[in-house]
């Protein structure tokens, strides 16, 4: 490490970490967040998952999912009904379902007691979204939108930001500091994969940057999430990458699940089902017992 970054870098310098990102920084070795956000603690021996599908598509498959994911062990429901889709003509089937699915997330939320984690694209949408998300989800494709990270800062809620494919640890940290000025506290990194020249089979979009886990873990006190389901976009190789983020020293992982992984209306070649999901669980449970950590509490 370099002691002076006169000129930006694309890697972290000792001078980047006391002047560009003071919060996000550790303030010695050992230091390391801890919060609980709805009863669930973060940056303890704990390991929050969060799973559910890619998108609020019904209400009867949110019903579902929270039902069935909140007994199999997950802590937080995840599910989009505001989604940043690549393209914009999109058929019924893949149509976001805004307001209506965040509506469906709401009863989901009372009926099964299962907190939310749901994505916000735009400012206007904060009050709708916060008033059911326990944590408000801002995605890679808006990892520098900074006018719409301060304002979800202010709001107080919990966030979850997930770094861009593009994105150098430095400038997620950048994006986090952005959070944490606005003196929010409760700040969850989530790594979920990156652009790289390789990715092995021609459907997988991103490589899951599993050495980010403990290079930004050297860096900054915040807890980090692995989201293996976004970085492989291929279910069979979920399982193996979430079982490796857990034995890197992922803080929580981010999964990609549905009843009916093959009729997903987004990204259906990612998410596993719940009987997948249960197994991967008790893998995860204990590899992560090895480290002196628990994902299910009584385990
Ligand atoms: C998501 O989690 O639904 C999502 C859109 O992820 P990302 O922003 O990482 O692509
Ligand atoms: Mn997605």
Known sequence: ?????????????????????????????????????????????????????????????????????????????????????????????????????????????????????????EEKYIDLICDVADILQIGSRNMQNFPLLTECAKS????????????????????????????NKKVILCERGVSVPHTHRSTSRFLLDLQVIPAAQEITHLPIVSDPSHATFWRDWVSPMSLASVAAGADGIMLEVHPDPKNSAVDPLQPINFKDFKILLKKMDKISKTMGKFIIKGR
């Open 1 to 121: 490490m370099s002691l002076e970054n006169k000129f930006p870098g694309k890697d972290i310098s000792i001078e980047d970490i006391k002047t560009k990102f003071p919060l996000a920084a550790k303030k010695n070795k050992n230091h390391k967040s801890r919060f609980k956000i709805s009863g669930v603690e973060f940056g303890s021996n704990q390991i929050p998952i969060f799973a559910g599908p890619n998108m609020v598509e019904s209400e009867k498959l949110i019903l579902n999912c929270a039902k069935n994911l909140k007994k199999i062990g997950a802590h937080f429901l995840r599910g989009g009904a505001f989604k940043p889709l690549t393209f914009p003509y999109r058929s019924k089937k893949y149509t976001e379902t805004r307001e209506e699915g965040i509506e469906w997330l709401k009863r989901a939320k009372e009926e099964y007691n299962i907190p939310i984690i749901t994505e916000i694209m």
């Open 156 to 183: 107080g809620k919990p966030i979850m930001l997930k770094r861009h494919y593009g994105a150098s640890l430095r400038d997620w940290l950048g994006a986090a500091e952005y959070l944490l000025v606005e003196g």
